[in-house]
């Protein structure tokens, strides 16, 4: 059974960083891919940085810079620094997995999330 449990959310001004940590279990054969993903109310979950099978990142284009995904295998965990943090990146956060070398570019294909966790930015 698969788990995703992600922490580090929170509340910080702008400016500022948070670090999202996301524990995967369960997973235990390659291929796999991870993703951390956002959500405002009433909107659609969107992709903000994910990880293929084989490390290589790919960023949506307001965190581009900003943001930097990493993974520690050895812990199982999955990471995103946000730094320079504005007000738009506000939104609950979630960390997802799937079986797939590449990442999925349709949230259906993504069978395994979190719960999430809140970041919050003010001015």
């Known amino acids: 059974q698969v788990q995703v449990v992600e922490s580090g959310g929170g509340s910080v001004q702008a400016g500022e960083s948070l670090r999202l940590s996301c524990v995967v279990s369960?997973?235990?054969?390659?291929?796999?891919?991870m993703g951390w993903f956002r959500q405002l109310a009433g909107k659609e979950r969107e992709l903000v940085a994910g990880l293929d099978s084989d490390g290589t990142a790919t960023y949506e284009d307001s965190v581009k810079g900003r943001f930097t995904i990493s993974k520690d295998d050895a812990k199982n965990t999955l990471y995103l620094q946000m730094n320079s943090l504005k007000l738009e990146d506000t939104a609950m956060y979630y960390c997802?997995?799937?079986?797939?070398?590449?990442?999925?570019?349709?949230?259906?294909?993504?069978?395994?999330w979190g719960q999430g966790t809140p970041v919050t930015v003010s001015s």
């Open positions: 997802a997995a799937a079986r797939f070398f590449r990442v999925p570019d349709r949230l259906e294909r993504w069978p395994y």
């Open positions: 369960g997973v235990t054969s390659r291929p796999y891919c």
